[in-house]
């Protein structure tokens, strides 16, 4: 049974997971291509099981998937649900993923995301990363005039410090921020080697809460480690990005990995499996508005509702609580 919670800025409900579309960029992110018809299939299944946020963005696949919630969405009341996709991280001439937030670049992205989406309008549009080059003014600038064009409905942000946040809120209001999060990373300095300019708990959590902001952790089971179901030999393939990502290889991941392994212990004991209590614990989390949930089929869906159905005991929390103590500062 799905839940909903509520953020001061947004006047919508918002489902308590939501949609991360990454997974559904058709490339080869994960170790395997996804396939568009099981993609469509999955933001279907998550539409009708009363799930009402999608976030998407145009970084992921280059466009692809933007096409494709733009035609699974076909056939469903376009009030009913709410659209967050991204703008800001583009391609340079050499392959490489760059920020980009010049006025010009943004209002370019709007038009192209919206063609891709096949709508009018996006519910809750974010900058991607901060752009070091731009002047955030000059970004808030762009975001106020679509904004005013009816081309979005809220601005949002995803990844930016609290400084940042303070030059254009005098702009724009924020109304959303999207952030790394989950158990073994509650104040993380990088997301695999990019270095972070915020740390979550200690300073986006609380901005989000005095400004009456929704919060999107993203990255919720750790790409995958607090699924539960990784051994402490796990090795990525070549095509698979997470093994870019320092923390799940080598020693690092060794460290994450007895973590895991004791957290899953805990909950397997309390009988949840460990994916339902990481996406639990943060969901408990009164500032936390919408867990950013992957899912590759259906099934995996549905498994993310479930953690929905019950909540962390005090005594469960203490026994949790005990683990994550090293990783306050992580």
């Known amino acids: 049974m799905i839940k909903y919670k509520h953020a001061a800025r947004i006047k919508e409900p918002i489902s308590a997971v939501g949609l991360g579309c990454w997974a559904f960029a058709g490339e080869n992110f994960w170790g395997e291509r996804s396939r568009d018809d099981v993609s469509v299939g999955v933001i279907r299944t998550a539409l009708d099981a009363g799930i009402n946020l999608l976030d998407v963005a145009p970084a992921y696949g280059r466009g692809h998937s933007e096409t494709l919630v733009g035609k699974a969405i076909k ?37 192209d995301s919206l063609r891709r989406l096949d709508t009018d309008y996006i519910d809750i549009y974010q900058l991607h990363w901060p752009d070091p080059v731009t002047p955030v003014e000059e970004t808030a600038e762009a975001i106020r005039e679509i904004m005013d064009a009816g081309k979005i409905r809220y601005f949002g942000v995803t990844n930016f410090g609290v400084d940042d946040a303070e030059k254009i809120e005098q702009i724009v209001p924020i109304a959303s921020q999207q952030a790394l999060y989950n158990m073994l990373e509650r104040n993380p300095r990088t997301y695999h080697s990019i270095n972070l300019v915020y740390r979550t708990e200690r300073e986006t959590l609380p901005y989000c809460e005095r400004h009456g902001q929704a919060f999107f952790p993203y990255s919720p089971l750790m790409q995958g480690l607090l699924g539960g179901h990784w051994k402490a030999d796990r090795s990525f393939a070549d095509n698979d990005v997470r093994r870019l990502n320092p923390k799940l290889n080598g020693a690092r991941y060794q460290f994450y990995y007895e973590a895991m392994a004791r957290l899953r212990e805990i909950s397997e004991r309390y009988g949840h499996p460990l994916n339902e209590t990481a996406v639990n614990w943060l969901i408990q989390k009164p500032v936390v508005t919408s867990v950013i949930g992957s899912s590759l089929s259906p099934e995996q869906v549905k498994t993310n509702i479930a953690a929905l159905e019950w909540e962390i005991g005090p005594e469960m929390a203490a026994e949790i609580g005990k683990v994550l103590e090293p990783f306050e500062n992580m």
Do not use: H, M, Q, W
């Open 75 to 111: 056939g469903y009341d376009r009030d009913k649900f709410l659209i967050a996709s991204k703008c800001g991280l583009l391609l340079n001439e050499t392959g490489n993923e760059v920020p980009n937030l010049r006025k010009e670049s943004i209002l370019r992205e709007i038009d």
